[in-house]
């Protein structure tokens, strides 16, 4: 075997043309997209959501016993509403008495001096100076939710705008849901018909690049929604019960942050601060509920750990979570919301990509080259 594993391909005039074709149609498509996010953003967040409602799809088509998908995709739409309003009907009414009795505590805060051992005074300082508490307490109580919307009424004009706000808003979202329909629909069909679009030569490459993104998509978006919502729902249970507040809205603030392993870590500051608030205003031992708080992170953690984790997502693993926390900050910057919903498929793209025409070149050379040094070894 007398290949020469070391030669590179030559910068040849044709290959420098196809190069800089490529590098100009990817910023043209970058350019493309940033252009038409308004357009796209309702209809790539009808995508995502008729991707992650189609297993719900498929289980209806199966307990129905149902070729067709109409009656299971009206079902599944129906499901998916009684659970948000069920949610929702919950939600609120806890909401407005939290943000209330928040209000309560913060002011409080404000005005009360409190020695708490082993936590110095500077940092009492350092929050009351950096943080306008008594703002903040307004905007959470009821009184200013009322003014707000009485001043909305008397303002003629900013009632109108107002107005065409919700009007657009409205109409943003039946967009997004008739999406959805058509989507859900013919979901099947669409992704055949996906394939269908790449040339016959290029279909054993492209398919497995295509199958890398669906294995990264339903590792990601899937399995670790699943994950995130279960662990937002622990926490919520685990800070009602200790009787920390806003209880509820933080554990599903950390459930949402989970979308990204591990990043809710970064909520343990606002837990600490939650606790210390809460020691102010009822007088209550701080390193008590502090203790209970973080026995709330350790119990859910090894919960996500040794069970949710390993039934959900199985022995594959995903992306590196400071891959994916990368991949959100550049696509989310570079093309805003449109950009977090399209950057997991990106960059998968991209990694498929170098594994396919990088790593894979740089094995087969260095297999070819053993091979050729065994080869003079017998002769």
């Known amino acids: 075997m007398d290949v020469n594993v070391n030669e590179r391909q030559p910068y040849t005039f044709d290959r420098v043309i196809r190069i800089l074709f490529t590098v100009c149609a990817t910023l043209a498509t970058l350019y493309l997209l940033n252009l038409l996010k308004g357009v796209l953003l309702p209809f790539l967040v009808a995508c995502l959501i008729a991707y992650m409602l189609e297993p719900i799809v498929k289980w209806n088509m199966k307990w129905m016993h149902c070729r067709g998908r109409f009656f299971p995709v009206v079902i599944t739409l129906l499901e998916a509403c009684v659970a948000v309003g069920v949610f929702l009907a919950v939600f609120i009414p806890y909401l407005v008495s939290e943000c209330e009795d928040m209000a309560d505590m913060l002011r409080k805060y404000a005005t009360t001096q409190i020695n708490i051992p082993y936590i110095s005074e500077n940092i009492h300082r350092f929050l009351r100076e950096n943080i306008d508490l008594n703002e903040i307490s307004k ?28 009007i657009f808003g409205m109409v943003s979202w039946l967009i997004v849901l008739l999406y959805v329909i058509f989507i859900m629909l013919d979901y099947e069909r669409l992704m055949l018909s996906f394939r269908q679009l790449v040339p016959p030569r290029q279909r054993h490459r492209v398919f497995r ?15 670790q929604f699943i994950i ?11 800070f009602i019960i200790i009787g920390l507040p806003m209880g509820m809205v933080l554990g599903l603030f950390i459930g949402m942050l989970n979308m990204v392993p591990y990043l809710q870590l970064i909520s343990l500051p606002i837990t600490a601060v939650l606790c210390l608030v809460w020691t102010v205003s009822t007088g209550g031992d701080f390193w008590l509920i502090f203790w209970e708080a973080m026995a709330v ?12 984790t390993p039934k959900i997502m199985g022995k594959a693993m995903g992306l590196n979570p400071a891959i994916i926390l990368l991949s959100l900050s550049i696509w989310g910057s570079l093309l805003g ?9 990106l960059t998968t793209l991209i990694l498929s990509y170098y594994n396919l025409y990088v790593i894979q070149r740089i094995q087969q050379k260095a297999r070819i080259r053993h091979e ?8």
Do not use: H
Not at 146 to 161: P, T
Not at 372 to 379: A, F, G, V
């Open 372 to 379: 050729r040094i065994e080869n003079n070894k017998t002769t």
């Open 139 to 166: 905007y959470l109580s009821k009184k200013e939710w009322s003014d707000l919307i009485k001043s909305g009424i008397s303002s003629s004009w900013s009632f109108l705008s107002s107005g065409l706000a919700f």
């Open 297 to 308: 992170y350790l119990i859910v953690q090894c919960i996500q750990d040794l069970f949710l």
């Open 337 to 345: 919301f449109m950009g977090l919903i399209i950057a997991l498929p």
């Open 209 to 223: 690049i295509f199958d890398d993104i669906k294995n990264a998509m339903n590792r990601y978006f899937r399995g």
């Open 228 to 238: 995130a919502f279960t662990v937002g729902i622990l926490f919520s249970i685990g």
